[in-house]
């Protein structure tokens, strides 16, 4: 396999480490996106595979979507790529683990959110903040309902805000915190369990429980894309946002 710009793939003992590598805030491109996708795929593709780990290299475990993939002309392809990566991790047997070494925002948080298990450093942060640029985050406003109800992900989605790894924790989005210094251990544990466990019964526990939860996820996740691209992306508040931020000022809104 050719190596990755954007990423480590490393093969361990009957486990995968995918490392997101853009430091120091690995913002997902539309390459990035491709080469996740990619090692994603052929991590899912290994028998040999029990267990695949996302983590990061950098100050942060992704800070989101480059926002220059997010205008119009970019923005069908950006959809394209960023939500293949969803497709392929629910397509993923094997169990999927994410290592949140710091921020995991936008486009980050649903990486992590999205992932089957999640370990975060106690110093991590999370959230969701493409509202205050005049967009909202597809793949959230699909998952957080389901796993943390309706009342605190829209409180996510339409506030912006972020939350601590401990807050995350109490709502059920992240499986443990841990000091920042024992991430790789607390890392290093959970994949030598996974990994010594049988590995076609672990993809059978895991079909198993998401064969109640997620069977109708592939067609509301296309319905909200088609909010995001067909009728998000032709306001006037969703280009002014974008380009407030490219452009660092304050945006003014039209609200029409």
Known sequence: MAPFESLLYQQGDRYVRITLNRPP???????MMRELSQALATARDDPRVHAVAIGAQGKAFCAGVDIKDHIAERVPEMIDAFHGIFHTLREMPQPTLALVNGMALGGGFELALFCDLVIAAQEATFGQPEIKVGVFPPLAAVMLPRLIGRKKALEAVLLGETMSAQEAARLGLVNKAVPQDRLEEEANLWLSKLSA???TVLRLAKKATYAGID???????GQV?????????????????????????????EDK
């Open 25 to 31: 805030l690995n913002i997902l491109n539309i390459q």
């Open 197 to 199: 466990l049988s590995g």
């Open 225 to 253: 894309e088609a909010i995001y691209l067909k009728e998000l992306m032709s306001t006037h508040d969703a280009q002014e946002g974008l380009n407030a931020f490219l452009g660092k000022r304050s945006p003014l809104w």
């Open 215 to 221: 069977t109708d996820f592939g067609p509301v996740l």
